[in-house]
């Protein structure tokens, strides 16, 4: 990705989608993707850290172009013992900057969430994302000061959508 080019989120959800990866959508995008009127710089996911959904994560990547990103001129690529972790991977893709996270929050991995999901079509791709009570929830578990300033636009959006 160029230096002022804007991300492509879709594109790298098509790559991830073609390689049939196992993720769910958190952070940013997903509260984008419920209606909540925020920005966000990056794409979070939480992948399945299954031996087979790896080897599909490690294809798209490839795919991708994918290195960890604040590195200086170094392009680390990723390896697969590294996205087996419950920790997070920063990384910059040929579409925009992509967090790989094994679990969030109070340790929440990919099989946790899943019941707290709801599947979305979005650019003509079916994703699983998080869905906005448990996005709230795992935001009041980290409370950053970011998160400190996206909880009342979740709780408002979430207050919205429940009228409807």
Request: with cysteine; glycine share 8%; charged share 25%.
């Amino acid at each position: 990705m160029e230096k002022n080019q804007l991300p492509d989120f879709l594109e790298i959800l098509k790559v991830l989608t073609k390689h049939k990866v196992d993720f769910i959508v958190v952070g940013g995008v997903c509260a984008v993707l419920h209606g909540a009127p925020v920005t966000t710089f990056d794409l979070d996911l939480v992948h399945s850290r299954s031996s087979q959904n790896l080897a599909s994560l490690m294809s798209a990547l490839n795919e991708l172009d994918a290195y960890y990103r604040g590195r200086g001129d170094q392009r680390l690529k990723p390896k697969r013992l590294h996205l087996s972790s419950p920790g997070h991977q920063l990384l910059m893709t040929n579409a925009g900057p992509l967090d790989l996270l094994g679990t969030i929050g109070v340790g929440h991995s990919y099989k946790d969430l899943l019941e707290h999901t709801v599947e979305l079509g979005a650019g003509g791709l079916n994703l699983r994302i998080l869905n906005l009570e448990k996005l709230i929830e795992i935001k009041k578990e980290t409370i950053t000061d970011k998160d400190k300033a996206m909880l009342p636009i979740l709780q408002h959006t979430l207050e919205e959508k429940q009228k409807q």
